[in-house]
């Protein structure tokens, strides 16, 4: 068995709660990942590699990405999204003609510092996990490409955009700096992945979808792809 499955992962589990379906649902035992971790707080495309696909996992994670997020302003947590816990509360004045420009200067290649709860590894382990010790690890600011970014709906204190960007970008890193940029801060409280490469959301299938279907009838073979 050797091929991918374009996935349409629901908010609330974690990108291996994916993988650990397959696994026991369809008894897998060859090879299988995933190109590219959503947070539990996400939804939306995950490539899923099986058998020799996963050698092509890492190509898949290359790939431009297209997020729809939703942020709000005024707050920061620990995570830089809402699962997080709330460290600062600050009162929001800001108009539309504000939150546009500010959004709009993060196109181009921008440097982004990643959350400090995050699969980014220091030592060998995530830091994540040197979070839940008690450990604070600060990542190091990394350079990013924000191909296309637009507000797709404001309601002030919330701010709904979509945008496209290079492999390595974390949305819950530009809501935060979004809000810092506007003086309140803002934390991220929805996100949807809806592109990975040619990978459409429109074309990707839920775990309901499957179990429906059957696996044959959403499984690409490698000769396919």
């Known amino acids: 068995m050797n091929g991918i499955i374009v996935v349409n992962k629901p908010s609330g589990i974690t990108s291996y709660d994916v993988i650990r379906f397959f696994k026991r649902k369809y008894n897998i035992k060859e090879k299988i990942g995933h190109s590219g971790t959503l947070d539990p707080l996400a939804q939306g ?20 990405k297209e997020y ?15 699962d997080g816990k709330v460290v600062e509360e600050n009162p929001v004045s800001v108009d539309e003609s504000q939150v546009m420009e500010v959004v709009r200067g993060f196109k181009g290649e921008i440097e982004q510092i990643p959350p400090i709860v995050s699969a980014i590894k220091h030592k060998g382990k995530p830091l994540y996990k040197h979070y839940r010790k008690g450990v604070i690890v600060a990542p190091s600011p990394r350079k990013v490409f924000i191909k296309d ?33 506007l003086g309140c801060g803002g934390t991220q409280t929805e996100l949807k992945r809806t592109k990975v490469g040619n990978f459409l959301i429109k074309d990707s299938y839920t775990l309901e979808d499957i179990e429906t ?11 396919q792809l």
Do not use: H, W
């Not at 899923?48 to 790939?63: D, E, R, W």
């Not at 729809?68 to 809402?82: C, E, N, P, S």
């Not at 637009?150 to 700096?177: H, M």
């Open 68 to 82: 729809v997020a939703k942020m709000v302003l005024g707050k920061k947590t620990d995570t830089d999204d809402i």
């Open 149 to 181: 970014i637009e507000l797709l709906n404001l309601q002030i204190p919330y701010i709904q955009f979509r945008v496209v960007c290079s492999k390595g970008t974390y949305i819950r890193a530009l809501c935060r700096d979004i809000g810092n940029k």
């Open 45 to 64: 495309v995950l490539v899923v590699c099986i058998g020799k696909a996963t050698k092509l996992a890492t190509m898949f994670m290359g790939m431009e």
């Open 213 to 223: 279907m059957g696996l044959e009838k959403v499984f690409i073979k490698m000769e």
